[in-house]
């Protein structure tokens, strides 16, 4: 029996083995982390983390050729594929500070893979890693070897949240690159097996290993810059009259366009898009290509405008001031169907808002309070490190109540920010919110999910992003 070894439990790691046990019962998986809460919580009826369909594939193969477990040195050691799905944080000091991807839970796994390892391993590269990670991997295993033979290979995760159980089960491609020699391409071969289960051939890409590496980094670049060009758009949009929605629907009309991945939003977030921009713009920057780092660096730019320009046009449009008023936050995750907030556009609207001192009432139907006050106090980077080493019981910013439900958010409130698009929110009582709020009542729709027309018959003054301004707000320009 083949065995897999994978070591991270998180977003990547845990549904991904879990599809791959589904998948290929004759191979048994066994998925490991340092964190003792998330190996608890995976071995319970409550998951570490929220994703439609995961649970039913948990329950399906957990304890038959599914396993979690803090035993990372034993289940290392017997396994024939390694995957290594650690956080790659982006480094808080030193060179390459703000932008370099973090390696140090990368090198230790790799270390401890070194230690341990009996028997010739695959290590497969689930991690976004910088182009070029796998050379001092191979390094870092073949020196402390013992004559064991490690075979790399790079295989990026494309799954996204919200939908991983979907994309894993359907992938648009899976990716392989491995080493150019007869041991790199057996290795490869070996796990095109595993995917071969259930991926048809065509849709498995084989490449050498820097090819892999990069075309992670490349995709979520190519990704955020959508969102980044249509967001620029949506303040031209305001500028002008014309509505981003119809422009973007023409646009993505253009099959060489198409239209996914064009609806303007208050910026995009999600542990990835931004982490992997950085450390493009680092990797250029240290192979002298300054002009290609600078075009990337726009799209974080842009994303960091859109948020900015968001939290002013609340603030110019309720009077100059926030202050001591209620605004209610409808959404924290970073999108609809998950519970994750890492680097969601909502921690940095809510700190915009909290620094012209208002009081806000949060509601996200995925998200803890505890979780968002982690988030609106902990510094930059912080979050992506394992749990049990971010820092313990922040103090909670007192401006801030977390409640469950979105009537109670929005009760006396002067405002409300939609900053999630999730479905529940298009089918609120707008009305019986209205009456319970202070007038006149603004609603600012981060995610354009509402029905602009509507609301305004019922009396709210409404701002929907990148469309036609409502007369009020037309008079109160936002400068970012
Ligand atoms: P995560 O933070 O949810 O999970 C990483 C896990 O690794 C944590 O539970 C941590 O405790 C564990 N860990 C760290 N060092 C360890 C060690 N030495 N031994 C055992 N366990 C260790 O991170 P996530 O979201 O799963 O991401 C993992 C990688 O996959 C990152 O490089 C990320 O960029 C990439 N990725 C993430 C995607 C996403 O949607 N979240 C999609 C595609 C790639």
């Known amino acids: 029996m083949v065995k897999i070894c994978c070591i991270g439990a998180g977003y990547v790691g845990g549904p991904t083995m879990a599809v791959i046990a589904l998948k290929c019962p004759s191979i048994e998986v066994a998925v490991v982390d340092i964190s003792v809460s998330r190996i608890t919580a995976w071995n319970s009826d409550h998951l570490p983390i929220y994703e439609p369909g995961l649970e039913d594939v948990v329950k399906q193969c957990r304890g038959k050729n599914l396993f979690f477990s803090t035993d990372v040195e034993k289940h290392v050691s017997e396994a024939d594929i390694i995957f290594v799905s650690v956080n790659t944080p982006t480094k808080t000091q030193g060179l390459g500070a703000g932008k370099a991807a973090d390696l140090t839970y990368w090198e230790s796994a790799a270390r401890m893979i070194a230690d341990v390892s009996k028997s010739n391993k695959i290590v497969v590269e689930k991690s976004t890693v910088p182009v070029k990670t796998a050379e001092a991997i191979e390094k870092i295993l073949t020196h402390n070897s013992n004559g064991i033979n490690f075979q790399i290979l790079s295989n990026p995760e494309f799954l996204a949240e919200g939908t991983a159980i979907q994309d894993l089960f359907n992938p648009d491609r899976v990716l392989i690159g491995g080493r150019e020699t007869p041991e790199g391409q057996k290795a490869i071969q070996a796990l095109k097996n595993v995917y071969a289960n259930w991926v048809s051939e065509d849709r498995i890409i084989c490449t050498n290993l820097w090819s892999a590496e990069l075309s992670k980094l490349a995709a979520n670049a190519f990704l955020a810059q959508r969102i980044s060009s249509v967001n620029a758009m949506s303040a031209l949009c305001e500028a002008t009259g014309a509505d981003v929605a119809?422009?973007?629907?023409?646009?993505?009309?253009?099959?060489?366009?198409?239209?996914?991945?064009?609806?303007?939003?208050?910026?995009?977030?999600g542990s990835c898009f931004q982490k992997d921009i950085l450390n493009l713009v680092y990797i250029c920057e240290c192979n002298g290509l300054p002009e290609v780092a600078n075009y990337w660096k726009q799209v974080i730019k842009v994303n960091d405008y859109q948020k900015n320009r968001f939290v002013n046009r609340v603030v110019s449009s309720m009077f100059n001031t926030v202050s001591g008023k209620k605004i209610a936050v409808l959404g924290f995750a970073f999108k609809k169907d998950t519970g994750d907030t890492r680097e969601t556009p909502a921690i940095d609207v809510c700190k915009g808002l909290l620094?012209?001192?208002?009081?806000?009432?949060?509601?996200?139907?995925?998200?803890?309070?505890?979780?968002?006050?982690?988030?609106?106090?902990?510094?930059?980077?912080?979050?992506?490190?394992?749990?049990?080493?971010?820092?313990?019981?922040?103090?909670?910013?007192?401006?801030?109540?977390?409640?469950?439900?979105?009537?109670?958010?929005?009760?006396?409130?002067?405002?409300?920010?939609?900053?999630?698009?999730?479905?529940?929110?298009?089918?609120?009582?707008?009305?019986?919110?209205?009456?319970?709020?202070?007038?006149?009542?603004?609603?600012?729709?981060?995610?354009?999910i509402v029905n602009v027309e509507k609301l305004r018959e019922i009396g709210f003054v409404v701002y929907s992003i990148g469309k036609p301004l409502d007369h009020w707000l037309g008079d109160m320009p936002a400068v970012a």
């Open 355 to 448: 620094g012209d001192k208002a009081r806000l009432s949060i509601y996200d139907p995925q998200v803890t309070e505890d979780q968002i006050q982690r988030d609106l106090s902990m510094k930059k980077f912080d979050w992506d490190h394992p749990i049990h080493l971010q820092p313990m019981s922040p103090t909670s910013v007192k401006q801030v109540s977390v409640v469950w439900d979105a009537y109670e958010a929005t009760k006396d409130a002067h405002g409300i920010c939609i900053l999630t698009e999730w479905d529940e929110f298009k089918a609120l009582d707008y009305q019986m919110i209205y009456d319970k709020m202070q007038k006149p009542a603004f609603l600012f729709d981060g995610r354009n």
């Open 246 to 269: 119809e422009v973007a629907h023409a646009v993505g009309k253009d099959t060489r366009i198409g239209p996914k991945f064009l609806n303007a939003s208050v910026g995009f977030g």
